[in-house]
């Protein structure tokens, strides 16, 4: 499986972005359960969890990122999306999709994930 981030750039405070992950390889369609998340690392800072969705379709968010931060996937085109609103200068970060085919038991740990993407940079000023 491979998952490939876009969608990340400069915008200014307040502004918005919408970064998709792109599974190829395998649908996760074919699992009975699976979890994708969204991370992001800051300069300097340890990775840390933003929220994910599992094939029941439960989501979670961090608290720093709920009410402001929505994570969907288009099951048919097989990509996951973070659309991010009212950014502030804290979110700046790489931010990598991950996945799993298994329950989203553990979403915080960075270990809970087998396939991870490359990531998109996401600045704010």
């Known amino acids: 499986v491979q998952l490939v981030e876009s969608g990340g750039g400069s915008v200014q405070a307040g502004g918005t972005l919408r970064l998709s992950c792109a599974a190829s390889g395998q649908s996760y369609s074919r699992y009975d359960d699976w979890c994708m998340a969204w991370f992001r690392q800051a300069s300097g800072k340890e990775r840390e969890w933003v929220g994910s969705?599992?094939?029941?379709?439960?989501?979670n968010y961090a608290d720093s990122v709920k009410g402001r931060f929505t994570i969907s996937k288009d099951n048919r085109k097989n990509i996951l999306y973070l659309q991010m609103n009212s950014l502030t200068p804290g979110d700046t970060a790489m931010y990598f999709c991950a996945a799993t085919i298994r329950t989203c038991g553990r979403p915080m740990w960075l270990a809970w994930y087998n396939y991870w993407g490359q990531g998109t940079q996401v600045t704010v000023s």
């Open positions: 969705l599992d094939s029941d379709g439960r989501i």
